[in-house]
């Protein structure tokens, strides 16, 4: 079924399979303009799902070498030995990456933050007023899309966030 | 100035000084803090000034005024240009030691950590740079956004503004597989290559260093607390907190799953279960099939169990082979055996009842797995159809030139399709539109021509209105007139008036004819007067030349000609006199005209000619006249100068008062002189209705009622009517007289002498409670009412006293409006009507009424006017019985009706 892989010059294919790992783990999965000259979109697509599955299912299976040799026999041997050498190499960083898909488990979950400090120098109703806001974005994955949530808090405010957070981080250390 | 306050301390405190920190502004400072912290101040500045002086004040007077001299020339000699001695320190104004102090610190030597070493290393460099950075930006004002150039574009702009995102990077390490490490030396890109977006390199580098510092910590303080107290070393420690958080992990999952009895036929929890229940493959990964939570938990409830029965089994088999004990053990063997086969069969019992619970699960498996298996059909189909749109969409691609120019074709066609059935549609619509309109236009020309028709209804009505108002008015008129008629005596007929008027124009004619007549006679006279003089005058001339000649030779022609000279004289005089004498007659002519009026005017108003024809009277009175001549002589100014007389010539033109004494003669004179015969009208009116009228009071000085204000008005009216030439108002002190006046809208004149008569105790009482209070007043009041005086007030008698001046001015002036009230209207009418005493108190002045007095000779004439606005009745009448023994009925019997 990885068939279609043959069609990429040898010499690109470790490459080709390291930047489908980079894309499991979270960053870039290669483009279709890098290798338009090799596939068709349709052959483009194909591959690049059996790839991805066949890494998922080589880590998340946790098969052993044979087993892994064995989907991959009727490639040629030089792109069998570049795959069980990206295999080998990146086994690790995948089954991360699967670990942390599976922890996100829950329906939302945090993927990022950020946050800036303003001084709010005056309203509409204190000409005067001199106090800290905290502008704290959260990124919130929410059934496969990323939700923007951007809250503003005082002082106060803040601190009730931070105590409930820590109150959170002492339950998960218990569990530990 | 507490910003100043606050960094002069700051700085005094770095100089040494202990301020403390209750002390907020140089206000608060002490003299003992303020002489110290100069001298600590001099101190560093200058040491060599500083050095003798103590930084304590000492207790002794004249010690402390020595330290504070020394420190104030101190500071001078550093320079400080103000007013500075003893009494800055000792006696300090707020302002002079904030100056002195300011001044000292200011003299400090700079802060050395301004330009000192900074911070050395890789972290100095970041805030040095980060520094360097803010300050450019703040040292830069805003730009627009047009307006900036690319230095401002770079700071300002939004080109340097990403969210702080971040993304996993992979960092090369040492260790694992030789295989990622031919990966770290070979394919891995660099680190800034890594994330999607350059942008996003810092934040995850950050994030990455963060997370590996934070584990690295939190490795470190466990080791350390917990870890070495296990006494393993770090690899086995891990490895059993990993088993123990498993299984505390399970423990918790099988805890909140619901108990099931039976294990699934597998025999170990495998990741690839877990992948497939967590959606191995499926990009995304957040949501999770449904149904799958139940799956989850059998495995992960029951992994346990099968091993168990096994162990089981293994003991039962164990337990199994028989011993080969002795003979005498054969017994108990057996009875083992049986035991052992009870309790295989106790047990094979309970497999048995745990196989039947198996397959009851399996079924349920079963049914639950369909049920899977229809949703993955449902699945697949909905999948299928989005292939085949798929392979559809891919089997257009090749041939897209193709495909697009078939697809343009199609669009083609439907749009000339939608032309054309815009087209057809325009065709309709044109027609529709043009019927729509024209209907439109009659709806709205029907809509006109019914308006017009309304307005002309109206119109119509209108007149009807009008004619029949008209018809009525005349209907009215006639009957009028008819009652007229019908009253008119019968007898006189039309044809007297008709014959006398016509003897009128007749006359008239005659009259004219004479006149014309004897114009032309005069004329005639005039001429022949002209051409006498004229002959005179040319026989004058003519003789005189003649004469003048022979004059100076003849005695005699002198002497006649002086005598000429005399008759030229005498006849001019002549002429002059005969002149004089047409001018007397005239005279005289005009004086009995004059008389004539007199008589007409005056004569005509007496009572002796009572019911006479102005001629008649005429004749007569001159008839008298001449008899008046004959008994009567005129007063002459030699003979009778010592008599008492006064003449009056041409009715007030010029007065001669001869011999005039005394009181009455001279009043007489005043009254006179005072008097005139111009014709004019004195209007009398009381004010409008007062509240206390209302109650039926007497007196007080109330203001009007309601009616009282509408009578104003009506007065106002009825006065603008009169049209009265230079109408004087004359109105009392009181508030009811003056609000009556205002309504005119005239100048007014207040007199205090046209005040009500003052009733004393009895003011602002009704009759009622002056006969409660006083009837033995109330019944003398009644006895004589004209002399009668209320207790502390007054009586008619004085009233007229006091109105004498207001009646000296009325006969004075012309056309007068008077305002005032009941008792004083009784007066001023009671002397122009010349009434008695008796009857003045009980004369009848209504409220709302005016009366117009015309002076007359021998009198006035009086005209009621009634101005049509209701008002209560004033007027109590003399009751019958005026004894001061009367009853109340009898004294209240009269009173008129009030409120």
Known sequence: MLRLLEKLPPGQALEFLHKIVDGICGRAYPRYQDYGSAWSLTEWMEVLEETVA?????????????????????????????ITKCLKGRKEEIRNALVERVNAISSTQLQDFDWQLKLALSSDKISMLQMPLLNLDLDVRENGEIKPISIEMNKEELQNLINALEAANKVVLQLK | MEEVDKILIHSLRQAGTLVPPEIQSVRDFPPELV?????????????????????????????????????????????????????????????????????????????????????????????????????????????????????????????????????????????GSPELQEYFRGAAPPVPAQPPQPARAPPALLETHTAQLSTHHNWETEWGSIGLASRLPPQEYVGRKRLQAR???????????????????????????????????GETGGALPKGSRFTRTQHLTHEQDPQVLLQQVRVAAEALPPSKGSEEGMGMRQAGEEAALEATLARLEVEIEGRRGEAQAAQLGLAQAEAEVRQGRLALGSRQDALRLKAQALELLPDAQGNLAKLQLVVEASSQRIVSLAGQWERHRGPLLAEYRHLRALRDSAQLESSRRLSEIRALHERSCSAADEARRKEELYKQLVLELEALPRDISRAVYTRRILEIVGNIRKQKEEIGKILVDTRVLQKEINTLVGKLERTFSVTDELLFKDAKRDEVVRKAYKYLAALHENCAQ????????????????????????????????????????????????????????????????????????????????????NRVQGHVQSRTVYYLMNIHVTPRAIYLSRHGESQLNLRGRIGGDSGLSPRGRQYATALAEFIRNQHIRDLKVWTSHMKRTIETAEALDVPYEQWKALNELDAGVCEEMSYEEIQARYPQEFALRDQDKYRYRYPKGESYEDLVQRLEPVIMELERQENVLVICHQAVMRCLLAYFLDKSAEELPYLKCPLHTVLKLTPVAYGCEVESIFLNVEAVNTHRERPQNVDVSRATAEALLTVPDHY
């Not at chain 2, 770079?154 to 996993?168: A, D, E, I, K, M």
């Open chain 1, 54 to 82: 066949y890494f998922k299912t080589a880590v998340g299976r946790n098969m052993s070498d044979e087993e892994v040799a064995e989907q991959v026999t009727e490639l040629n041997s030089n792109y069998q030995e570049a």
């Open chain 2, 35 to 175: 002489v110290e912290a100069a001298v600590r101040c001099v101190r560093v500045v200058r040491p060599a000034l500083g050095a003798p002086l103590s930084t304590l004040l000492p207790p002794g007077m004249s010690a402390r005024f020595r330290l504070a001299s020394d420190l104030a020339s101190a500071c001078q000699e550093l320079g400080f240009s103000g007013d500075v001695g003893y009494q800055t320190f000792l006696y300090s104004s707020e302002h002079d030691t904030r100056r002195l102090l300011l001044f000292l610190v200011e003299k400090l030597p700079r802060d050395e950590a301004e330009g000192g070493a900074e911070p050395p290393g890789k972290s100095g460099t970041l805030l040095r740079a980060i520094s360097a950075c803010i300050r450019d930006q703040l040292g830069t004002p805003w730009v627009p956004p047009r307006c900036r150039t690319p230095r401002f574009q770079r700071l300002q702009g939004v080109g340097h503004l990403h969210p702080f995102s971040t993304c996993p990077l992979i960092l090369p390490h040492t260790g």
């Open chain 2, 247 to 281: 299984l505390r992990a399970l423990e918790s999952l099988r805890q909140a799953c619901p108990p099931r009895p039976y294990g699934p036929p597998e025999g170990s929890l495998d990741p690839a279960w877990l992948q497939g229940a967590f959606g191995a493959g």
């Open chain 2, 574 to 657: 002549l002429i002059h006199t005969i002149e004089d004498t047409g001018t007397i007659q005239r005279e005289i002519r005009d004086l009995e005209e004059q008389i004539e009026e007199n008589i007409r005017q005056v004569k005509l108003s007496s009572p002796d000619y009572k019911g006479c024809a102005q001629e008649e009277v005429v004749a007569d009175f001159l008839k008298r006249i001449d008899c008046y001549k004959a008994t009567y002589e005129p007063l002459d100014d030699q003979l009778d100068s010592d008599l008492s007389y006064i003449k009056i010539f041409d009715v007030g033109v010029r007065y001669l008062a």
